[in-house]
């Protein structure tokens, strides 16, 4: 049986996996349109939204958690502008 995560450790998971995006680094020749690079930014965010989806439908879980869970569904759409515009 898999391993329960707290719900603070996931939002500090997810966070990681945006701050993970944000370092890939950016491939030579294409740059930001080569479809790896398009594909690794996609897939760390796409990892951090599903760490944290969730977390607001438990039961018991406080209003600030589910503050800081669309805090991170944010930031995860603010790191998708930042690092895939031209």
Request: no cysteine; charged share 35%; glycine share 4%.
């Amino acid at each position: 049986m898999a391993k329960l995560i707290p719900a603070e450790e996931r939002i500090t998971r997810a966070r990681k996996l945006i701050q993970k995006a944000r370092d890939l680094p950016i491939p030579e020749g294409l740059g930001k349109n080569e479809l790896s690079y398009i594909a690794g930014v996609k897939d760390l965010l796409r990892q951090a939204q599903d760490m944290v989806k969730f977390i607001p439908m438990r039961a018991g879980v406080s209003t600030e958690m589910k503050a800081e869970v669309e805090k991170i569904f944010e930031e995860i759409e603010q790191a998708n502008r930042e690092i895939l515009s031209y």
